[in-house]
């Protein structure tokens, strides 16, 4: 079965929020993230995740499932995502192709500009200002 879109990246955000959230309620790291520990694991209702801090982000994998999530950088908008994020938690999910108003979109790089500009065009996404490219799904 292929996904919609809206509801994989809604899922997406979620996820991605929540081990955030148990990131910094466990390690309290500061903006650079030069406290926190290059290479660790976080509980997430009841599923343990690996993380390891690179650059100015930090990636985390479910050591049950092997889904990924990888935040390259703005650590602190845990409510946006980009096609880097977006394709890499796909690839992880084996997940190929979504779609959204009766359309099907690959879920490489090409194929995620696309459908995030359909996103946008019908309202479902929203450019976070100042943010480097990060996309927000509008709340509906």
Request: charged letters at 25%.
């Amino acid at each position: 079965m292929i996904p919609h879109a809206t509801n994989l990246i809604s899922d997406f955000v979620c996820l991605q929020q929540k081990l955030g959230r148990v990131l910094f309620e466990s390690f309290q790291p500061n903006p650079e993230l030069t406290n926190l520990p290059k290479r660790g694991n976080i509980n997430n209702d009841g599923e343990l995740w690996e993380f390891a801090r690179h650059g100015k982000g930090v990636s985390f994998r479910s050591l049950k499932t092997g889904v990924e999530v990888d935040v390259t950088e703005h650590l602190e908008l845990l409510d946006s995502l980009d096609s880097w994020r977006f394709e890499t938690y796909c690839e992880s999910l084996e997940i190929e192709i979504v779609y959204f108003n009766s359309r099907k979109f690959v879920t490489d790089s090409d194929g995620l500009r696309t459908l995030f500009m359909e996103l946008m065009l019908a309202g479902w996404l929203e450019p976070v200002s100042s943010s480097h490219g990060l996309l927000r799904l509008i709340p509906k």
